[in-house]
């Protein structure tokens, strides 16, 4: 799978909802009830970070909920991804890019959701094919002003901006012409998914589904 379809497939997702939750799992039994809640709030993209010994059995799980779609984040090597997929993934996010980390995403039908954030960052992925990046990490590298910048003299290039976005922040970086979606980890609290507070949870995706 060509980068350029990557991105296709990486764009459509992003378009199904305004925000992708980064979910850092310690627990596979915590999957099931998470998702569950999450897709039900109308968040149905979700983002499983390769941060926990779990993660993997974390996205067997989650891949059987109806109606979600479940992509590991963190892929940093072309090892992540192939054990990401062998899980059930059915994308990719990194923070960043690499060369062999496209080629064995393209190699074994990943699309993968690069990160970028300078101006040479984003040109090199677009060398490589990508034209929907991340943008991380989106409040220390500038925020709406850096994706504003950005988007004057890279207007092709969408983003799913991510790292330090909050409910209250969301909003604007919606606004932007070069955003499609926001990823961030606030839906999702430790101690919600610790306690299994779903409700909670799901409460939470729902304030976010109604961003747009
Ligand atoms: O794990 C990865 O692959 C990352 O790139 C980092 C995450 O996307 C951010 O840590 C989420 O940001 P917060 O919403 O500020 O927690």
């Not at 997702?13 to 310690?26: M, N, R, S, W």
């Amino acid at each position: 799978m060509t980068p350029e379809i990557q991105s296709q497939k990486s764009r459509a997702l992003c378009q199904l909802a305004p925000v992708i939750p980064v979910l850092v799992v310690k627990d596979a039994t915590k999957a099931e009830g998470l998702a569950t809640a999450l897709v039900a709030g109308g968040l149905p993209v979700l983002e499983v970070t390769l941060r926990t010994p779990a993660a993997l059995d974390v996205i067997r799980e989650m891949a059987k909920v109806t109606g979600g779609h479940v992509g590991a984040g963190t892929v940093l090597t072309p090892d992540d991804a192939k054990r990401a997929k062998d899980a059930g993934a059915s994308f990719a996010v990194s923070p960043g890019l690499t060369e062999t980390l496209a080629r064995a995403c393209a190699d074994i039908d990943l699309p993968l959701l690069p990160g970028a954030v300078t101006a040479s960052e984003v040109m090199r992925a677009m060398e490589l094919g990508y034209s929907m990046l991340k943008f991380f990490p989106a409040e220390a590298a500038g925020g709406t002003k850096s994706l504003k910048a950005i988007g004057a003299p890279l207007p092709q290039v969408s983003f799913c901006p991510t790292g330090g976005i909050t409910l209250a922040s969301a909003p604007e970086y919606l606004s932007l012409p070069n955003v499609i979606c926001v990823g961030g980890s606030w839906i999702s609290p430790d101690a919600d998914v610790a306690e299994g507070n779903w409700q909670a949870i799901e409460t939470r995706a729902r304030e976010a589904f109604g961003l747009r």
